[in-house]
């Protein structure tokens, strides 16, 4: 299990975009009895549940040791909720827990029986994070005593430098079914942008990303937005405005924690200033005085770092744990950027945050070649609607692979799913012929030996894609290769 995670860790890369659906109010974590303060939230989004798990797991040495039902939550920060390690160990203990400190200070077991679960707690000025995930065995003390307090320090725990969030959502926007994709690029070592064959006029004028062995690195949109693939960020440009979805960035909290720096300062500071060579820097807080509730959002004058042009910028940071996503835009003026993304600095539903839908590329025929992995899982907890008693969870977890080889493909599905404690286990496994085009890719053989179609699309990554399936009828899956 901890392989399978962290190879996911290692290429399934975060896009910019909120899943904010999946990030919903919760007032008490039901497996601790713990109760927690207003204002908190927990994250189901799939990969940030797959980012906690592979956090908790570098704490495991033991490869009998294996986690499971893991839970997200963001707390609202100390100062205002006044919940603190101190807090937590007092109400831990008060359910019954013995909690055994690890090497980590903010990581530690918590053992009630034959229950057991690994639990990371961080405090910062913006919020608090709270992971937990089940153990299989009940573990003995690294260190210190049994109830020992579970204090943040400054140490940074061992993990993945990349760890990602949930990917974008599906969008109604589109590349015009109209216009053929762009032709393929030979590697860039055998051609200069000006002989590129699937070079436009109305493109931007940047040096494209290395040769990865895709098709397509260019989009054309319906909407007239055209997008592509640059070496550190897709690009999506209409008319005289461009916007840069830069690929993700390591998000450190050691760097903001009690340090005095911002976040979204050290991120204009030290990537949008040099790169578009600023000469302004304002916000948009809307009166907005505490600092976790400010949006996550810097603009200024600064230069096109292709042109020299003058520009208005706008920059929206979305933060994931360890991750830092920008989206840049680029106006010719200010009230350019106004009108044209009139919500920029919105902190919930911010129009720059959802430009990640113009990272869309066609698949060509010979793309798919090799092995394609995803995997998740959910947990609904139900109450009653008329006491609120708590009245059990249900999971749901799986997993699915794709093997494509020139017309075939094979493909094996996993998974888990009933009440707590009480778990339905199923495998499925399909093989047939693939049809691949630029937007689509049909399988035959499929449930009752059906032939299903999936609208399917690649999304630029750092080096390389991952890859989106969906047949409309229950089956969506965001895909890595793997081999």
């Known amino acids: 299990m901890k392989s399978k995670l962290l190879i996911l860790v290692s290429f399934l890369v975060p896009m910019m975009v909120f899943a904010q659906k999946n990030v919903v109010p919760a007032n008490q974590i039901t497996a601790l009895n713990l109760k927690l303060p207003d204002g908190s939230k927990q994250d189901k989004r799939f990969l940030s549940t797959v980012a906690?798990?592979?956090?908790?797991?570098?704490?495991?040495?033991?490869?009998?040791?294996?986690?499971?039902?893991?839970?997200?939550?963001?707390?609202?920060?100390?100062?205002?909720?006044?919940?603190?390690?101190?807090?937590?160990?007092?109400?831990?203990?008060?359910?019954?827990?013995?909690?055994?400190?690890?090497?980590?200070?903010?990581?530690?077991?918590?053992?009630?029986?034959?229950?057991?679960?690994?639990?990371?707690?961080?405090?910062?000025?913006?919020?608090?994070?709270?992971?937990?995930?089940?153990?299989?065995?009940?573990?003995?003390?690294?260190?210190?005593?049994?109830?020992?307090?579970?204090?943040?320090?400054?140490?940074?725990?061992?993990?993945?430098?990349?760890i990602p969030p949930l990917p974008p959502s599906r969008s109604s926007t589109s590349?015009?079914?109209?216009?053929?994709?762009?032709?393929?690029?030979?590697?860039?070592?055998?051609?200069?942008?000006?002989?590129?064959?699937?070079?436009?006029?109305?493109?931007?004028?940047?040096s494209v990303a290395p040769f990865?062995?895709?098709?397509?690195?260019?989009?054309?949109?319906?909407?007239?937005?055209?997008?592509?693939?640059?070496?550190?960020?897709?690009?999506?440009?209409?008319?005289?405005?461009?916007?840069?979805?830069?690929?993700?960035?390591?998000?450190?909290?050691?760097?903001?924690?009690?340090?005095?720096?911002v976040d979204r300062d050290f991120y204009w500071d030290n990537h949008v200033a040099p790169t578009f060579n600023t000469t302004t820097k304002a916000y948009q807080d809307g009166g907005e005085f505490v600092s976790s509730l400010q949006p996550k959002y810097v603009e200024g004058w600064g230069q096109d770092p292709q042109t020299g042009q003058r520009r208005f910028l706008g920059m929206y940071l979305t933060v994931s744990p360890n991750t830092a996503m920008l989206t840049v835009a680029s106006t010719v003026d200010e009230n350019s950027m106004r009108q044209i993304f009139p919500k920029a600095s919105d902190r919930w539903t911010s129009d720059l945050v959802a430009m990640s839908r113009y990272n869309k590329f066609a698949i060509g025929p010979n793309d798919l070649n090799g092995t394609w992995q995803s995997g998740g899982s959910q947990m609904t907890q139900w109450y009653d609607s008329f006491t609120g008693a708590y009245a059990g969870a249900t999971i749901a977890s799986s997993s699915a692979t794709f093997f494509f080889t020139g017309p075939t493909y094979s493909s094996i599905h996993n998974g888990a799913t009933g009440a707590v404690g009480a778990m339905n286990t199923f495998q499925q496994e399909y093989k047939g012929n693939s049809s691949i085009s630029n937007w689509t890719i049909t399988l035959t053989n499929r449930y009752l030996g059906k032939t299903q179609q999936f609208d399917a699309h690649f999304q630029a990554v750092k080096g390389g894609r991952l890859l989106y399936l969906n047949n409309g009828a229950g089956e969506e899956y965001l895909l890595v290769k793997i081999r």
């Open 175 to 206: 590349p015009s079914v109209n216009q053929q994709a762009p032709a393929p690029n030979p590697p860039a070592s055998s051609q200069s942008p000006a002989q590129n064959p699937s070079s436009n006029s109305s493109l931007p004028k940047t």
């Open 52 to 162: 906690a798990a592979s956090l908790l797991e570098t704490e495991v040495n033991d490869p009998k040791v294996t986690l499971s039902e893991v839970e997200v939550y963001m707390l609202p920060p100390t100062p205002q909720s006044g919940f603190d390690a101190e807090v937590l160990v007092s109400e831990l203990e008060k359910s019954g827990f013995e909690i055994l400190p690890t090497d980590d200070d903010r990581i530690a077991w918590l053992v009630k029986g034959q229950t057991a679960y690994l639990i990371y707690f961080s405090m910062d000025k913006a919020e608090t994070n709270f992971y937990l995930g089940k153990s299989n065995t009940v573990p003995k003390p690294t260190q210190g005593q049994p109830g020992q307090q579970v204090t943040p320090t400054s140490t940074q725990p061992t993990a993945p430098a990349y």
């Open 212 to 261: 990865t062995g895709f098709q397509f690195t260019t989009s054309n949109f319906d909407d007239g937005w055209i997008s592509s693939i640059q070496s550190d960020w897709v690009l999506a440009q209409k008319g005289e405005t461009k916007v840069y979805l830069f690929f993700v960035l390591p998000y450190r909290i050691e760097n903001f924690s009690g340090t005095g720096v």
